[in-house]
């Protein structure tokens, strides 16, 4: 299973262990029908956080969204951890993720785009600019993931979220971590850091979907890839918003 490995928890080593083959061809996962689920779901992120955008534009109060966006929040964890350990339910609960997920970020890209103009724009578009850059240095092999970069990935990704576990508990007793939230050069180049690592998970899920693809996984994990690497989107988003915020803040 050290072929499946992958830094997205969502498409984790044993995301793909125990399921059993498929007989119709009709019913295996294919990249093409991962790749529409993904562009369906990113639809549903935009609808949702849409609504929470327009909300906020309407008064400029973070209250008039606080509530989308907490519930948004916390429904879009327990949603996600839910197709983690249920990926069978992906089919039926990748689009509520997603709505959740949009709801939530609609509401954070607003505040942000208030504090800093133009913010969320530039954030998306580089979120996609990225994506499509990896997307074709990964299908032309200009980038070929090998087990010591998914070793390098995983492990680096781990580190980050054990750090950001700690800096959130550490919150709740009045102490801010720094790397975090801080726009010294220190800072920066610590979320520079975490943005290229959220960047190469994206590279990583490709080779895990492929792989995934040509073991003859089932149709319903087309929505399970789609779902992983809408995680790693809207990771990276999040970060490229952390990063420009930092740098604006500079200025």
């Given at each position: 299973?050290?072929?499946?490995?992958?830094?997205?928890?969502?498409?984790?080593?044993?995301?793909?262990?125990?399921?059993?083959?498929?007989?119709?061809?009709?019913?295996?996962?294919?990249?093409?029908?991962?790749?529409?689920?993904?562009?369906?779901?990113?639809?549903?992120?935009?609808?949702?956080?849409?609504?929470?955008?327009?909300?906020?534009?309407?008064?400029?109060?973070?209250?008039?969204?606080?509530?989308?966006?907490?519930?948004?929040?916390?429904?879009?964890?327990?949603?996600?951890?839910?197709?983690?350990?249920?990926k069978n339910l992906a089919p039926y609960l990748s689009a509520v993720y997603a709505a959740l997920e949009g709801l939530a970020l609609g509401g954070l890209s607003a505040l942000m785009d208030s504090a800093y103009p133009g913010?969320?724009?530039?954030?998306?578009?580089?979120?996609?600019?990225?994506?499509?850059?990896?997307?074709?240095?990964?299908?032309?092999?200009?980038?070929?993931?090998?087990?010591?970069?998914?070793?390098?990935?995983?492990?680096?990704?781990?580190?980050?979220?054990?750090?950001?576990?700690?800096?959130?508990?550490?919150?709740?007793?009045?102490?801010?971590?720094?790397?975090?939230?801080?726009?010294?050069?220190?800072?920066?180049?610590?979320?520079?850091?975490?943005?290229?690592?959220?960047?190469?998970?994206?590279?990583?899920?490709?080779?895990?979907?492929?792989?995934?693809?040509?073991?003859?996984?089932?149709?319903?994990?087309?929505?399970?890839?789609?779902?992983?690497?809408?995680?790693?989107?809207?990771?990276?988003y999040v970060e490229l918003l952390r990063l420009l915020a930092k740098l604006r803040s500079r200025d």
């Amino acid at each position: 299973m050290a072929l499946f490995k992958s830094g997205n928890p969502a498409l984790g080593e044993r995301a793909f262990a125990g399921l059993r083959p498929v007989a119709d061809t009709d019913d295996l996962m294919t990249l093409q029908g991962t790749v529409n689920r993904v562009a369906l779901l990113l639809i549903v992120v935009f609808a949702g956080a849409t609504l929470t955008w327009w909300l906020f534009n309407t008064t400029h109060k973070f209250t008039t969204v606080s509530l989308f966006f907490y519930g948004g929040l916390i429904g879009a964890l327990a949603v996600g951890l839910l197709i983690t350990f249920k990926k069978n339910l992906a089919p039926y609960l990748s689009a509520v993720y997603a709505a959740l997920e949009g709801l939530a970020l609609g509401g954070l890209s607003a505040l942000m785009d208030s504090a800093y103009p133009g913010i969320a724009f530039q954030a998306l578009v580089l979120t996609f600019g990225i994506l499509s850059v990896l997307l074709a240095a990964y299908t032309t092999r200009l980038i070929r993931v090998t087990e010591n970069f998914k070793l390098v990935i995983v492990s680096a990704t781990g580190g980050i979220a054990v750090f950001y576990l700690i800096s959130l508990v550490l919150s709740f007793f009045g102490v801010r971590a720094p790397l975090i939230h801080d726009n010294s050069l220190l800072g920066i180049g610590f979320t520079l850091v975490v943005v290229v690592i959220a960047a190469l998970n994206l590279v990583v899920d490709f080779d895990f979907i492929e792989q995934a693809v040509e073991s003859g996984a089932p149709k319903y994990m087309e929505w399970y890839g789609a779902f992983g690497i809408l995680v790693t989107l809207v990771w990276l988003y999040v970060e490229l918003l952390r990063l420009l915020a930092k740098l604006r803040s500079r200025d």
